[in-house]
């Protein structure tokens, strides 16, 4: 698991998404950057979107409710959404 958050990512949000990622997939992208679509993460699927969800929800102390991810959304899209609901400092 890469140290290197990409253009535009603090790294307190890259480590909390770090976490819900490994969580997940047992590792995280060497690079997280903005752009990075999520079915580029090897093992994305319908089940691990759920998932990742609920992690993002313990990360980042946030209720998603019934929101999940789709493979062509970006990490930037991830945040907006965090952001939507609440999310301190993302």
Do not use: C, Y
């Amino acid at each position: 698991m890469g140290s290197h958050a990409g253009p535009g990512l603090t790294d307190d949000v890259a480590n909390r998404l770090r976490k819900a990622l490994v969580a997940v997939f047992r590792r995280a992208p060497a690079e997280l950057s903005l752009d990075l679509r999520l079915g580029h993460i090897a093992g994305w699927d319908s089940m691990t979107a759920v998932s990742f969800s609920f992690e993002l929800e313990d990360a980042f102390d946030v209720v998603l409710g019934e929101t999940t991810f789709a493979a062509d959304q970006t990490i930037a899209d991830v945040l907006a959404v965090l952001r939507e609901r609440g999310a301190q400092s993302v």
